[in-house]
């Protein structure tokens, strides 16, 4: 699961979205300026996106298996921490913790 959302977050999805701009919406930008545009956008942007959202919905996965750290008690400075990454990770937060 890993290796994919990386393969689709930092190869695929930049060179469509590169290619769709250039040839279906006709850009008059160069290959080099779409590439690190898209390229920001979806290995950045949207990855950090996402896993601010994963540190809200599961703050045991990183507590646990990245910081090895076995107390329950750390799930919310994990929980705030990815909220104070992502400003939209809050929504996530408070639909979780209905």
Excluded: Y
Aim: hydrophobic share 55%; no cysteine; proline share 4%.
């Amino acid at each position: 699961m890993h290796f994919a959302a990386v393969l689709l977050l930092m190869f695929l999805l930049p060179s469509a979205s590169v290619l769709a701009e250039k040839l279906v919406f006709q850009s008059t930008t160069g290959w080099m300026s779409l590439t690190g545009r898209w390229f920001v956008f979806w290995a950045v942007g949207v990855r950090l996106l996402l896993a601010a959202v994963m540190q809200v919905v599961r703050p045991d996965f990183t507590s646990k298996r990245i910081f090895e750290v076995t107390d329950p008690s750390v799930s919310g400075i994990v929980r705030e921490v990815a909220s104070a990454t992502s400003p939209s990770a809050r929504s996530a937060w408070l639909v979780s913790s209905t």
